[in-house]
């Protein structure tokens, strides 16, 4: 690989020259370039040799992920590849470069990124932070998408890291990389990780599966919302010397959830893991009971680990229940009120909202400027958990005054004022009202 760093142009597969341009970044077998090839600028990513025992299994898994083809657009997928060194075998493949508003997942859960100065030349801190609690449930339920998708093709995840997402903030889409290293259950590629990244049973030998992303998938989850880490307590505190065998322990052998209900030897510290502290009681007690059940009961019993729809249900709820007041304030209405509550009050200016209540489910959606319903509120069969179906509009003319506006394709069916049902379709609204109902087609709601 030293011979890459000095090298500044490589052949593709099909004789290609590419020009490095520059490095982007380095892992612990590889290293990704910037390069130009046909006017085009692409990722390279290069395997470091001397640090993989078996580049050619990782060269077969690269091929067969190519011949596969990319799952979907969030994937920053292998493309087409290098011409191999004849001696050592050595390669490298080239992918989509990750857009300049996609941040590190990394950065988010640090909640900053280092950047350099234009003034001084000085690195300085700048903060990464979601736009709104729109965007930051969004990128947790693409990133669960993410995983649900993979795992229909009966692939699983082999090397999850701090480098494995890429987030925009401003909207919540998420790019997955190291895709190099998600393979058909029954592989192992053997990929040097973080165990905290792992499933205690990957951790201990077995191959990853279907089970096994389940948990990982939490872990990624957790990081995002909590800014911490599930093991990260006081005894990982007190440990003396934290090596890799140590460090696996606390996540397979020796793992105790900080908020395990029945043992408290492992609690997050006030100094220490004041993220974890600040934001575990920010959400609803749905999703720290899932969190939870998912780090206590599921840990040693992959068969009550919650699945990737069972995680999809529980945000696709938190998206629902976002109540973003006019005074700024944006909060989660399950955290202020009880589930028979119809009114919704802000905690900060006190200002009241109505609800909408939908015909297939127990909890209600909030209606306020801003708030979106999403295709797969209208139809519950529907697996399309991101386009926005409706959004929730202020009257142009007389501010104050609200109506749902439909952006989907379908035609409802809508009860006015006058007491007739009118149909509303792309691109029309209608008031809201005391007597509202709505008839999506395969699901209804009302006022």
Same mark, same amino acid.
């Given at each position: 690989?030293?011979?890459?760093?000095?090298?500044?142009?490589?052949?593709?597969?099909?004789?290609?020259?590419?020009?490095?341009?520059?490095?982007?970044?380095?892992?612990?077998?590889?290293?990704?370039?910037?390069?130009?090839?046909?006017?085009?600028?692409?990722?390279?990513?290069?395997?470091?040799?001397?640090?993989?025992?078996?580049?050619?299994?990782?060269?077969?898994?690269?091929?067969?992920?190519?011949?596969?083809?990319?799952?979907?657009?969030?994937?920053?997928?292998?493309?087409?590849?290098?011409?191999?060194?004849?001696?050592?075998?050595?390669?490298?493949?080239?992918?989509?470069? *990750?857009?300049?508003?996609?941040? !590190?997942?990394? &950065?988010? /859960?640090?909640? %900053?990124?280092?950047?350099? =100065? @234009?003034?001084?030349?000085?690195?300085?801190?700048?903060?990464?932070?979601?736009?709104?609690?729109?965007?930051?449930?969004?990128?947790?339920?693409?990133?669960?998408?993410?995983?649900?998708?993979?795992?229909?093709?009966?692939?699983?995840?082999?090397?999850?890291?701090?480098?494995?997402?890429?987030?925009?903030?401003?909207?919540?889409?998420?790019?997955?990389?190291?895709?190099?290293?998600?393979?058909?259950?029954?592989?192992?590629?053997?990929?040097?990780?973080?165990?905290?990244?792992?499933?205690?049973?990957?951790?201990?030998?077995?191959?990853?599966?279907?089970?096994?992303?389940?948990?990982?998938?939490?872990?990624?989850?957790?990081?995002?919302?909590?800014?911490?880490?599930?093991?990260?307590?006081?005894?990982?505190?007190?440990?003396?010397?934290?090596?890799? *065998?140590?460090?696996?322990?606390? !996540?397979?052998? &020796?793992? /105790?959830?900080? %908020?395990?209900?029945?043992? =408290? @030897?492992?609690?997050?510290?006030?100094?220490?893991?004041?993220?974890?502290?600040?934001?575990?009681?920010?959400?609803?007690?749905?999703?720290?009971?899932?969190?939870?059940?998912?780090?206590?009961?599921?840990?040693?019993?992959?068969?009550?680990?919650?699945?990737?729809?069972?995680?999809?249900?529980?945000?696709?709820?938190?998206?629902?229940?976002?109540?973003?007041?006019?005074?700024?304030?944006?909060?989660?209405?399950?955290?202020?009120?009880?589930?028979?509550?119809?009114?919704?009050?802000?905690?900060?200016?006190?200002?009241?909202?109505?609800?909408?209540?939908?015909?297939?489910?127990?909890?209600?959606?909030?209606?306020?400027?801003?708030?979106?319903?999403?295709?797969?509120?209208?139809?519950?069969?529907?697996?399309?958990?991101?386009?926005?179906?409706?959004?929730?509009?202020?009257?142009?003319?007389?501010?104050?005054?609200?109506?749902?506006?439909?952006?989907?394709?379908?035609?409802?069916?809508?009860?006015?004022?006058?007491?007739?049902?009118?149909?509303?379709?792309?691109?029309?609204?209608?008031?809201?009202?005391?007597?509202?109902?709505?008839?999506?087609?395969?699901?209804?709601?009302?006022?």
């Amino acid at each position: 690989m030293s011979a890459y760093l000095t090298r500044k142009r490589i052949e593709t597969e099909f004789g290609e020259i590419a020009q490095i341009i520059d490095v982007i970044g380095k892992g612990r077998q590889s290293i990704v370039y910037k390069v130009e090839t046909n006017t085009q600028y692409k990722a390279l990513k290069w395997y470091d040799t001397d640090k993989i025992d078996n580049i050619e299994q990782i060269h077969r898994n690269v091929r067969r992920n190519i011949a596969d083809g990319k799952p979907d657009r969030r994937f920053l997928w292998s493309e087409y590849t290098t011409i191999t060194d004849s001696k050592t075998g050595a390669f490298g493949y080239f992918m989509d470069l *990750k857009p300049d508003n996609f941040e !590190y997942f990394a &950065d988010v /859960v640090n909640g %900053y990124k280092f950047v350099t =100065d @234009s003034d001084t030349g000085k690195q300085i801190k700048k903060k990464v932070r979601f736009s709104s609690l729109y965007a930051m449930i969004t990128a947790v339920i693409n990133i669960t998408d993410s995983f649900r998708k993979i795992n229909e093709l009966g692939k699983s995840f082999q090397g999850l890291g701090e480098g494995s997402f890429f987030i925009d903030t401003a909207t919540g889409e998420v790019l997955v990389s190291d895709c190099d290293t998600i393979a058909p259950y029954g592989t192992c590629l053997d990929i040097k990780i973080r165990s905290e990244y792992k499933a205690p049973e990957v951790i201990n030998g077995i191959l990853p599966d279907e089970k096994s992303d389940m948990y990982s998938l939490a872990l990624i989850l957790f990081r995002l919302l909590f800014r911490g880490d599930p093991f990260d307590g006081e005894k990982t505190v007190m440990s003396v010397c934290l090596n890799e *065998k140590e460090v696996s322990k606390h !996540y397979s052998t &020796d793992a /105790v959830f900080i %908020y395990d209900p029945d043992n =408290d @030897s492992n609690r997050a510290l006030k100094g220490i893991h004041d993220n974890v502290i600040r934001f575990w009681n920010d959400y609803p007690e749905y999703i720290r009971d899932a969190f939870t059940y998912t780090f206590t009961e599921g840990i040693n019993n992959p068969v009550k680990r919650l699945t990737f729809s069972d995680w999809q249900n529980l945000f696709i709820r938190l998206r629902s229940e976002i109540l973003c007041c006019m005074c700024g304030k944006s909060t989660f209405i399950s955290m202020n009120a009880k589930p028979e509550d119809e009114i919704f009050v802000c905690p900060v200016c006190k200002l009241k909202y109505a609800s909408l209540k939908f015909s297939d489910r127990v909890y209600r959606m909030p209606l306020c400027i801003g708030g979106k319903i999403f295709m797969c509120d209208i139809d519950p069969s529907s697996e399309d958990v991101l386009t926005v179906a409706g959004e929730i509009v202020e009257n142009k003319i007389h501010k104050g005054l609200m109506g749902i506006k439909n952006l989907s394709w379908k035609k409802w069916s809508v009860l006015m004022p006058d007491g007739i049902y009118h149909d509303v379709t792309n691109g029309k609204g209608f008031p809201i009202w005391q007597g509202l109902k709505i008839d999506f087609g395969r699901t209804k709601a009302e006022l």
